[in-house]
């Protein structure tokens, strides 16, 4: 991915994207001192664009480093960014890393980095699968406790256990793995929020160890909007052969309907595929919400 024409902003600056390397002692490469977002513009819009900047800078803080612009400055960049590489349908990833002044657990003096790249990314998962539905696996890892890591942040290191459950998934010829939180209740996939329907109300775990999605937010919102009634609760993974339609959300996943999840069977229905068509028209700006 990194031999490519395009740019890249970095530290204040646009750099060729070939161009856009670290050292090989960068402190957040050894350590995980990194935090990233992950960000759409649909037609020239960044959708949500300060609800992931501040997110960004929140997680920052929880990882103990502050980042050495304004969330303005920020939203700025990111737009300069999509300008300068020509895109108005993209993905966005700005990222922030301790860099590589000092080595070790302690890294106080370090450069804190910031970079943002962006690219065409139409479809996280195949198109064809997305129609029917997605099929997903059990992960290998639960999703930590928040005394155990800090849960709150998109931060790199907890993409780890994402990353090993995504690649046994594949490996499966899954597109993505469930995870289940640290008590044994069913938490997130491994880059998007989960929801499930039963007897026309939309059921949804509480985010209380893992990302409260943006756009789990925005999906709970059009369906409150719509009138239906939306319960966050502790969803235990035997309660999944109640549920008549699942899908996950996410940035880059959007809404995209689930047809299995381990041994559990669902058939993207009604909810799930107009929830799936309102999310899309709202971030092309073609719904007002209510
Ligand atoms: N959970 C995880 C682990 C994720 O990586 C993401 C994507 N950032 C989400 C949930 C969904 O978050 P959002 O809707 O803010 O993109």
Request: with cysteine.
């Amino acid at each position: 991915f990194d031999d490519r024409d395009g740019w890249i902003w970095l530290d204040g600056q646009f750099v060729p994207w070939r161009e856009a390397k670290v050292h090989v002692l960068t402190h957040g490469l050894h350590y995980a001192s990194s935090v990233f977002e992950g960000e759409r513009m649909y037609g020239g819009e960044i959708f949500e664009l300060t609800a992931h900047t501040e997110r960004f800078f929140k997680s920052a803080e929880i990882l103990d480093f502050k980042i050495p612009y304004t969330v303005a400055e920020i939203d700025e960049a990111c737009k300069a960014t999509c300008a300068k590489n020509g895109l108005t349908d993209c993905y966005l990833r700005p990222i922030a890393w301790r860099g590589s002044e000092m080595i070790g657990v302690s890294a106080q003096q370090t450069k804190i980095h910031v970079a943002i790249a962006v690219w065409d990314w139409p479809s996280y998962f195949d198109p064809e699968a997305k129609k029917k539905g997605i099929r997903l696996t059990w992960a290998k890892y639960n999703r930590p406790s928040p005394e155990t890591a800090p849960v709150a942040a998109k931060a790199a290191g907890l993409y780890m256990i994402c990353t090993i459950s995504k690649h046994a998934a594949e490996k499966d010829g899954y597109s993505d793995a469930m995870m289940l939180d640290y008590r044994g209740y069913v938490a997130e996939a491994t880059g998007a929020n989960v929801f499930f329907v039963k007897d026309g109300a939309i059921h949804t775990p509480t985010p209380d160890c893992f990302l409260n999605g943006i756009t789990r937010q925005t999906v709970i919102r059009l369906a409150k909007d719509r009138g239906l009634q939306v319960i966050e609760r502790h969803i235990k993974p035997e309660e999944l052969s109640d549920f008549t339609e699942c899908f996950i959300v996410g940035t880059a996943a959007e809404v995209t309907p689930v047809a299995e999840v381990g041994q559990y069977r669902f058939t993207p229905g009604e909810i799930s595929l107009s929830l799936m068509d309102e999310y899309a028209r709202l971030v092309r700006r073609e719904l007002v919400p209510a």
